[in-house]
């Protein structure tokens, strides 16, 4: 099922259920209908063939008769030397090899469905998350749209100029809410929606056409080659954002994984970093490499690096230094960071991922923009998005830049750092709202 087709289903699905349902029932009944005039067909020949049959035995001298019972009687003597025994045992032996088949075709079905059912059971709980994790915005963009249309009157060009400047308020992005409006005054003609209930319907589609257009959930993944080992995943940042917690969290999945997985605390500058990532490491039993105070960050990257090779790691997290996105002197310092990993590995970073504090809003886009323009970064972390009404900023991210989000925060427990699904996050997002 496209992401198109699974949010839908879920918005909307009451309604294409009984369609669907409605569609069954009429070609149940077109089949049933068939194999009614196909009986008749039949009964009809048999019939004819019976009435023909019938003259013919009429017709045939008596003598064939006579012969055709005689040979009768000779097979039937024929037959008769098999004991009764023996017939037991044939059917006996008949009988077992069709209870075992049984048996093993019932045992495969039922191995068959529990994958099934556990998928269906994944899916929902990450349903779940994503509408527990997503409640505030789901809450404030709800009450800005309820709002909206509680005072709404007629559809005109006063209409879609507050219907932007709600898209603005809930952190789509000015680019985004302009493209949007656009776009829904065309939908709106073409649907000719004019109540509430049609309108609001209208706008959750939009946004969710914006992600069936933007997105490619292959990109979304986190990237793991494991031939190519370690793989080195770069954390990037600005201060707050959530770099530590969310590689101590990545660390913790990737253990329980059974993989084996190496940190490096490059973020020598702010005070407690390395305390912190080092208590990770003890938490979740994963070894940190540390350099001495305010030491080198890309020295203690480089001695962590040839760890990870020496002991054949499938990956190693690099946490580094918080920086504004404007400032050229640790931007530079960053740079040397990468260079230091393709002195060893020419072909890492595998990821070079930026975390970004969802609750910041438009502010995450700008930094986005910026750190993609001098590290070439591979995806985006979002945190926070729990504790905050601004998640909206991700329709923004998607829909202006050409970068994938891969890992989204959910809540504080390590099993809330999910990976990112664009279905169940405009699941989550218009929940309720139609």
Do not use: C
């Not at 770069?234 to 990545?250: E, H, P, S, Y």
């Amino acid at each position: 099922m496209g992401l198109f087709d699974r949010i839908k289903k879920s918005l909307f699905g009451k309604k294409d259920d009984e369609e669907e349902k409605k569609e069954e029932q009429e070609k149940q009944e077109e089949v049933e209908q068939k194999q009614d005039d196909s009986e008749a067909v039949a009964q009809e020949e048999q019939s004819e063939e019976s009435a023909e049959s019938d003259k013919q035995e009429e017709t045939e001298p008596i003598e064939e008769d006579n012969e055709s019972e005689a040979s009768e009687e000779v097979a039937e003597d024929e037959e008769e030397p098999e004991s009764e025994e023996t017939a037991e045992i044939e059917e006996e032996q008949e009988t077992e090899p069709q209870e075992s088949e049984t048996t093993e075709e019932s045992e495969t079905e039922t191995d068959e469905e529990e994958p099934e059912e556990l998928e269906e059971d994944e899916d929902s709980s990450q349903e779940e998350l994503y509408e527990k994790g997503l409640e505030k915005t789901n809450k404030g963009f709800g009450a800005r749209l309820n709002a909206f249309f509680a005072k709404f009157r007629t559809v005109d060009e006063d209409f879609f100029d507050d219907l932007e400047d709600l898209l603005i308020e809930s952190d789509v992005g000015y680019e985004t809410a302009e493209q949007l409006t656009d776009e829904l005054r065309e939908e709106a003609k073409l649907q000719n929606a004019k109540s509430r209930d049609d309108l609001k319907k209208v706008i959750v589609e939009k946004l969710v056409d914006l992600y069936d257009k933007g997105g490619n959930s292959e990109d979304e993944k986190l990237i793991y080659h494991p031939e190519d080992k370690p793989n080195v995943y770069l954390f990037v940042g600005v201060n707050g954002a959530g770099k530590t917690t969310t590689i101590g969290k990545l660390a913790k999945r990737f253990k329980d994984e059974g993989k084996s997985v190496i940190m490096a605390a490059a973020d020598t500058f702010r005070a407690g970093a390395v305390e912190q990532l080092v208590e990770w490491g003890k938490r979740v039993d994963v070894p940190v490499v540390t350099g001495k105070e305010k030491a080198d960050p890309a020295s203690v990257v480089y001695d962590a690096t040839e760890r990870a090779i020496n002991e054949k790691a499938d990956y190693l997290l690099v946490d580094t230094a918080g920086r504004l996105q404007n400032k050229k002197n640790l931007m530079a310092e960053l740079e040397k960071i990468q260079r230091t990993i393709k002195k060893l590995l020419p072909d890492q970073p595998t990821e070079t991922l930026l975390v970004l504090d969802g609750s910041t809003g438009q502010n995450a886009l700008l930094q986005a923009k910026d750190f993609d323009k001098t590290t070439k970064l591979t995806g985006l972390v979002l945190t926070k998005l729990d504790g905050s009404s601004k998640g909206g900023v991700v329709l923004a991210i998607r829909n202006e830049m050409n970068l994938p989000v891969k890992l989204v925060g959910l809540g504080e427990k390590a099993e809330d750092l999910a990976d990112f699904d664009a279905a169940n996050y405009a699941i989550g997002l218009f929940h309720g709202l139609v």
